[in-house]
């Protein structure tokens, strides 16, 4: 059957295009065969979105709110059809179970709804007192609504501001105050989940970008005891982003060894099929290469890119593991497949770009690395040039305040040319930009570069690697 194996053949995980799957299911592109192939597709779509119907949500490793939200939709839809059927009485009952769920949960856009269409049903039947008292509720979900919509704006204005360019960041940071003044503001007046998650996210990322990853532990390890006393609604509050945020700050506030204990523990809490499963899973990979477990690090990276879902990452995402790869290969001690992986780091250091705008944030990780690659093959030009390019990414790049350890870090490396690659030199010189080093706080988030492994151990890996000798013309023997 045609539907059978179009279906197969879009599972298998390969890429085809449409002409390629016209041929297989047809065996000739003609312009008949192509008319076919679209009303196949569009019944197998019809089909797979009906099932959508049918898919387990009660998997608590999901967006815990998921369920709840859609047995409010499944009412309502229920009841649009009962509606439209002239069942009233029973559309009654529907929609009022929908609104005492969606007002237990504060799902407060479906109590409007109900609430809507109840007074419509009750006005249809003349029934003068239930009318008075739906429209009286339906005001005041209406009004909670308005204020909730307020608070999303402000919300949504934050998330694409920090989704943005560092410019469009470092704009945002002025404004938070404000903004946090009005969710406040709009919380006391709502009283609704809505508002007070919106507060507590934008919260969050105030604290994200002056860097200060200290009160984030606080505010979610706050936020954790409000949950376990019952003052958050535990079929609304998503645990996972709040285990995510602690995971993340005690990542940027040095404290690898606490952290990746709490992402060992936090782990069986995503699922694999999510985004965020795999978001998590790349700072549980920094988390154990800042905290010097490279053991863990090759298993959480090997997890990561062995998931059958890896492949429906961005590009983007994809490269960047890579990237996590080449560090993790790196520094981890030599084996039998060493000489593979070496094969492999000598690709990826050949071919990936040093830097673009896809790979904010990640551009000087390219850029060290392969100055390490190349210190470590002894390569004289291949290592001159990098540092030349890490020299000129400093220059245009790096002048922000906020960029103090980085720019401490590039000097460490470049000083590394002007000593001749002499590891004894060039470690007595450093003494003074190494301290500094160690004291320079991580800069908030809106202007940072990552760290895949802390500076002051990629340091040491650089003058270990001068050990073997100098670079040498054309790479060593």
């Given at each position: 059957?045609?539907?059978?194996?179009?279906?197969?053949?879009?599972?298998?995980?390969?890429e085809?295009?449409?002409?390629?799957?016209?041929?297989?299911?047809?065996?000739?592109?003609?312009?008949?065969?192509?008319?076919?192939?679209?009303?196949?597709?569009?019944?197998?779509?019809?089909?797979?979105?009906?099932?959508?119907?049918?898919?387990?949500?009660?998997?608590?490793?999901?967006?815990?709110?998921?369920?709840?939200?859609?047995?409010?939709?499944?009412?309502?839809?229920?009841?649009?059809?009962?509606?439209?059927?002239?069942?009233?009485?029973?559309?009654?009952?529907?929609?009022?179970?929908?609104?005492?769920?969606?007002?237990?949960?504060?799902?407060?856009?479906?109590?409007?709804?109900?609430?809507?269409?109840?007074?419509?049903?009750?006005?249809?039947?003349?029934?003068?007192?239930?009318?008075?008292?739906?429209?009286?509720?339906?005001?005041?979900?209406?009004?909670?609504?308005?204020?909730?919509?307020?608070?999303?704006d402000?919300?949504?204005?934050?998330?694409?501001?920090?989704?943005?360019?560092?410019?469009?960041?470092?704009?945002?940071?002025?404004?938070?105050?404000?903004y946090?003044?009005q969710?406040?503001?709009?919380?006391?007046?709502?009283?609704?989940?809505?508002?007070?998650?919106?507060?507590?996210?934008?919260?969050?990322?105030?604290?994200?970008?002056?860097?200060n990853?200290?009160?984030?532990?606080?505010?979610?390890?706050?936020?954790?005891?409000?949950?376990?006393?019952?003052?958050?609604?535990?079929?609304?509050?998503?645990?996972?982003?709040?285990?995510?945020?602690?995971?993340?700050?005690?990542?940027?506030?040095?404290?690898?060894?606490k952290?990746?204990?709490?992402?060992?523990?936090?782990?069986?809490?995503?699922?694999?099929?999510?985004?965020?499963?795999?978001?998590?899973q790349?700072?549980?990979?920094?988390?154990?290469?800042?905290?010097?477990?490279y053991?863990?690090?090759?298993?959480?990276?090997?997890?990561?890119?062995?998931?059958?879902?890896?492949?429906?990452?961005?590009?983007?995402?994809?490269?960047?593991?890579?990237?996590?790869r080449?560090?993790?290969?790196f520094?981890?001690?030599?084996?039998?497949?060493?000489?593979?992986?070496?094969?492999?780091?000598?690709?990826?250091?050949?071919?990936?770009?040093?830097?673009?705008?896809?790979?904010?944030?990640?551009?000087?990780?390219?850029?060290?690395?392969?100055?390490?690659?190349?210190?470590?093959?002894?390569?004289?030009?291949?290592?001159?040039?990098?540092?030349?390019?890490?020299?000129?990414?400093?220059?245009?790049?790096?002048?922000?305040?906020?960029?103090?350890?980085?720019?401490?870090?590039?000097?460490?490396?470049?000083?590394?040319?002007?000593?001749?690659?002499?590891?004894?030199?060039?470690a007595?010189?450093?003494?003074?930009?190494?301290?500094?080093?160690?004291?320079?706080?991580?800069?908030?988030?809106?202007?940072?570069?990552?760290?895949?492994?802390?500076?002051?151990?990629?340091?040491?890996?650089?003058?270990?690697?001068?050990?073997?000798?100098?670079?040498?013309?054309?790479?060593?023997?």
């Amino acid at each position: 059957m045609k539907e059978n194996r179009l279906v197969a053949t879009l599972v298998d995980g390969s890429e085809h295009t449409r002409t390629e799957l016209v041929k297989g299911l047809y065996s000739h592109v003609t312009i008949e065969n192509e008319a076919s192939f679209r009303k196949l597709h569009s019944r197998v779509m019809s089909k797979l979105l009906n099932n959508l119907y049918f898919l387990d949500h009660s998997d608590t490793r999901h967006l815990v709110s998921r369920r709840y939200e859609l047995e409010c939709l499944d009412l309502l839809h229920k009841a649009s059809i009962l509606y439209a059927e002239g069942e009233y009485p029973l559309t009654i009952r529907l929609l009022l179970k929908c609104l005492r769920a969606a007002q237990a949960d504060d799902f407060t856009a479906y109590a409007v709804q109900s609430a809507r269409l109840l007074r419509t049903l009750y006005a249809q039947q003349r029934q003068l007192k239930h009318y008075r008292a739906i429209s009286k509720t339906l005001v005041q979900v209406q009004q909670v609504r308005g204020w909730e919509e307020e608070a999303e704006d402000i919300y949504g204005d934050v998330r694409l501001a920090m989704a943005s360019t560092v410019k469009a960041r470092r704009g945002l940071l002025p404004r938070m105050p404000a903004y946090l003044a009005q969710l406040e503001l709009l919380h006391r007046q709502a009283k609704t989940f809505n508002t007070g998650n919106y507060l507590y996210q934008v919260s969050l990322v105030e604290q994200e970008l002056t860097g200060n990853y200290r009160e984030i532990i606080k505010i979610t390890a706050a936020a954790a005891r409000q949950l376990k006393a019952g003052k958050l609604n535990p079929r609304r509050f998503d645990v996972r982003f709040n285990h995510f945020m602690s995971v993340y700050a005690h990542l940027l506030s040095r404290q690898a060894e606490k952290g990746l204990r709490l992402a060992a523990a936090y782990d069986k809490d995503f699922h694999p099929s999510s985004g965020n499963w795999f978001y998590f899973q790349e700072h549980y990979l920094l988390l154990a290469l800042h905290a010097g477990d490279y053991v863990q690090a090759r298993q959480v990276l090997q997890t990561a890119t062995g998931s059958a879902n890896f492949g429906k990452q961005r590009e983007a995402a994809q490269q960047r593991w890579e990237l996590f790869r080449a560090y993790v290969d790196f520094v981890l001690p030599p084996t039998r497949a060493a000489s593979v992986r070496r094969r492999q780091m000598a690709r990826w250091a050949l071919t990936i770009p040093e830097y673009s705008r896809d790979k904010r944030g990640h551009n000087v990780a390219i850029l060290v690395m392969q100055v390490l690659y190349f210190l470590r093959m002894r390569d004289l030009e291949a290592v001159l040039v990098r540092a030349d390019r890490l020299r000129k990414y400093q220059q245009r790049h790096l002048r922000e305040a906020a960029n103090l350890r980085t720019r401490l870090f590039l000097r460490l490396l470049l000083l590394i040319v002007e000593q001749d690659f002499d590891p004894e030199r060039s470690a007595r010189h450093a003494t003074a930009l190494l301290k500094q080093l160690e004291e320079a706080a991580p800069p908030g988030e809106a202007f940072a570069e990552v760290e895949i492994i802390p500076y002051e151990t990629l340091w040491q890996l650089a003058l270990h690697e001068l050990q073997a000798g100098p670079p040498l013309p054309g790479g060593a023997a």
